[in-house]
């Protein structure tokens, strides 16, 4: 099984109306998600364009959500921004570093923790426009011009991050080392 080795940078949680987050020096994970945030559920109801119709109440595959300094800089970049985007706009709960191509990590994949959590990968986090509409009203661009709400759905297309389940509850720490192993296929379930 191939691991990456990288680091928490920062962790954040919250149920503001804005999807922020904020940060905190560490955060306590339950089976349902974290603690003090709008996710934390065993189950959600889906939104147009979600895989049942909407309105439909489906287990939560969106326990946790993380996004890397890699791809947030790339999506600044992208953005043309005048300010750093940071894991708190972007209301995720974890932020890590280490991670060049967070957003394609394969479901399966597994965050382990110093403390014994473990976080399973459901799906990359498809950017959104409600996202788009509150980063286009706190963000300028470097050229001055108003973004448009459609600039951070273009900008973060496969790099907005994962969100996934918990497997193991615990504490997780602005600076723990996270060990990244990738999902890999078994061997039995391979044909010859």
Known sequence: ???IIAHVVSVHSGSNDDLSKEEHPSIQIE????VGDRHRSFERTTWEGDKQAEGTTRRNERQWSAVSVEELARIQSDMDLNEPLTPTDLGANLCLQGIN???RLPKGTL???PSGVELIVEEYNPPCHDMGKKLASIHTSRSGEKLSSTAFSKAAKLTRGVVGVVEVAGTVNAGDEVVVEL???PSWLQRS
């Open 31 to 34: 089976l349902d998600g974290v």
């Open 111 to 113: 965050l382990k923790f």
């Open 101 to 103: 191509e967070l957003s």
């Open 1 to 3: 099984m191939k691991k």
């Open 183 to 185: 999902y890999e296929t």
